[in-house]
């Protein structure tokens, strides 16, 4: 049996968070002995972990090891993992955290293997304290045997940012676990009042820069100069909610968009919805579109995101889509295919460290 340690920072709201719990509750664990390393207790969803799943917790680190180099970080930083054997396989897949790097790069393993959920070169354009978090971590990069990205269109980006042209880069998507998303949409009644007479489209994820709600809101204003009857309905919380909300009354769009905060069940939402729209600057791979998918909305996405979604049909011109979109018959997707090859990948990446 092999076995597979997995440091993440916690189970808070995020993508992240989202991909590592749909990933920990697919695995075989007849094949694979997986302890779950995390850096602390917060916990969004109601989650329901496979008993044979193994959950320890590092000791607190402090703030400050964010803000030295990273070879001074892993030198001070020590974490007991006495008694805990050789792994096959340690994975950073956080990427982000100097605790889940440290403890990924130290516990004892055969191979050692970090996860990049995001196109960091864009990222260091865009965000100020990435660039600045970046600076005192990227010194981690050279200890790790090889890199996953989400999806292929990160591998060049993060090449270029990082130095890294010698190690291996496996490409393994975000599972999606259809199951819940179907279960929960006909276990959980959702008491949203909806306007059946009109379209209604429906957003997810967090409010902040990357994700482009602003973009979405100027679109989406230009599309209401051209039709009264439709409606947008925003999943998620986030930064930039109150400039977001003072956009819509500028955009005199305010009695036409609805910010709905976090909700631990949206697939409920999305399936009353009529479609699915996203204009994100940019993304890992994004992790909305497919749940979309598997609720089986038409998609509304800008054209910028087909690199990050293998099969996506991206518009070129947001607003005018909106403008022309009708009612259409909803197509489920199981993606059955889809999560078997990426259970397939992780575990040839776990046998690969023989």
């Known amino acids: ?53 193994n959950i320890y917790y590092l000791k607190p680190t402090p703030k400050l090891y964010s803000f030295l180099p990273f070879e001074l970080a892993m030198r001070l930083l020590k974490y007991d993992f006495e008694g805990r054997g050789e792994y096959d396989l340690a994975v950073d897949f956080n990427s982000y955290q100097v ?23 864009i990222k260091l354009e865009n965000e100020w304290k990435y660039r600045v978090l970046w600076n005192f971590f990227k010194g981690k990069f050279k200890y790790y045997d090889g890199f996953v990205p989400v999806s292929r269109a990160l591998e060049a980006p993060f090449g270029k940012m990082s130095g890294v042209q010698d190690k291996p880069f496996t490409v393994i998507e975000n599972l999606i676990d259809v199951k819940e998303i179907r279960e929960k949409m006909a276990d959980e009644p959702e008491a949203l009042e909806l306007d059946e007479t009109c379209l209604n489209f429906v957003a997810l994820g967090r409010l902040c820069h990357q994700k482009g709600y602003d973009i979405m809101l100027d679109e989406f204003a230009k599309a209401c100069e051209k039709r009264d009857d439709i409606r947008l309905y925003i999943i ?17 769009i305010a009695d036409k968009v609805c910010f709905l905060g976090h ?6 939402i999305m399936a009353r919805m009529d479609a699915f729209i996203s204009t994100s600057r940019y993304e890992g791979q994004p992790l909305n579109i497919m749940e979309a998918m598997a609720v089986g909305l038409p998609l509304y996405c800008a054209k910028n995101l087909e690199k990050y979604t293998d099969g ?16 259409v018959e909803k197509k489920p997707d199981d993606l059955m295919e889809y999560n078997k090859r990426i259970l397939d990948n992780i575990a040839k990446l776990a046998e690969s460290a023989e």
Request: proline content about 3%.
């Open 1 to 53: 049996m092999k076995k597979i340690a997995i440091f993440q920072s916690e189970l808070g709201v995020g993508g992240i968070q989202k991909s590592i719990v749909n990933l920990l509750k697919s695995i075989d664990y007849d094949k694979f002995q997986v302890d779950l390393y995390l850096s602390r207790k917060d916990r969004f969803w109601d989650i329901t972990f496979p008993e044979k799943l």
């Open 236 to 252: 998620g919380g986030g930064p930039d909610r109150e400039a977001l909300e003072q956009q819509c009354v500028s955009l005199n």
């Open 263 to 268: 909700r631990e069940n949206p697939y409920a």
């Open 312 to 327: 996506l049909e991206g518009r070129e011109d947001i607003a005018k889509a909106i403008v022309e979109a009708k009612k």
């Open 99 to 121: 605790s889940c790097a440290v403890g990924a790069l130290t516990i004892p393993a055969k191979r050692r293997v970090m996860w990049i959920h995001n196109n960091v070169q």
